[in-house]
């Protein structure tokens, strides 16, 4: 079965400074990996995601991801984190005929 | 634009009442979701559909019923048997079957908020 797990609850930082949010997960194949951006009240929104070709991915809002496959990672990064990008960001793991599976959610806060 | 729309944003139900969620999707996607959301906690599938007349139970279905007469339409209905109503409720799509299928991901709306009065 698949399983996502993000080890961190609840992350600040300080708005200008880098950013990694971490996700590992479990899946026998090549899974389908996302990440999801939540802000308070909010649906979830794609941020990037992957699946095949290059292991380093861009997303929107100045996000990228890197897939690593020995150690079964999927960490978000941004060079420098703006106020806004304070929320929850989820990732997931999908595989074909099966639901998605969610990981439990980091949530983002940013110091002015 | 395509998208999905949950309505309403907001809802309060008495003890012992049933409610209905509306979820509609203009994407023409095969599958819909249902997830709860309680603070501080994930996503949990209540139930979801890949097909018109079609739905299966997710990991927490109990006190909660769903219909899919319509490809666009998969309302959620959270009966007086759900214990614990109040929480954040997601509906999502997603173009389902095929190859390539999970590539293109979900697409949420944007949530209701029930809350037991």
């Known amino acids: 079965a698949q399983s996502v797990t993000q080890p961190d609850i609840h992350i600040t930082v300080s708005e200008g400074a880098s950013l990694e949010l971490r996700c590992n997960y479990s899946y026998g194949a090549t899974p389908y990996l996302f990440w999801y951006v939540q802000s308070p009240g909010q649906g979830l929104q794609l941020l990037l995601k992957?699946?095949?070709?290059?292991?380093l991915v861009q997303g929107i809002k100045g996000f990228e991801a890197e897939f690593k496959r020995s150690q079964s990672s999927f960490n978000l990064r941004k060079p420098s984190v703006h106020w806004s990008d304070a929320a929850e960001y989820f990732c997931?793991?999908?595989?074909?005929?099966?639901?998605?599976?969610f990981g439990p959610g980091t949530r983002l806060s940013v110091l002015p | 634009d395509g998208g999905i729309t949950q309505s309403p944003k907001y809802l309060f139900r008495k003890e012992g009442q049933n409610v209905t969620l509306s979820c509609e999707q203009n994407?023409?996607?095969?599958?819909m979701y249902w997830y709860r959301q309680d603070p501080g906690q994930g996503l949990r599938l209540i139930y979801y559909?890949?097909?018109?007349?079609?739905?299966q139970k997710g990991d927490i279905a109990e006190g909660y019923s769903v219909s899919r007469e319509k490809k666009e339409s998969f309302p959620l209905t959270v009966t007086s048997a759900q214990k614990n109503p109040t929480a954040f409720y997601l509906c999502a799509s997603s173009i389902g079957g095929g190859q390539l299928s999970p590539a293109y991901g979900y697409t949420f709306g944007s949530g209701t908020r029930l809350t037991v009065v």
């Open positions: 994407l023409n996607h095969d599958a």
């Open positions: 559909s890949q097909i018109v007349n079609d739905f």
């Open positions: 997931a793991v999908g595989a074909r005929g099966q639901n998605f599976v």
């Open positions: 992957y699946f095949s070709g290059d292991t």
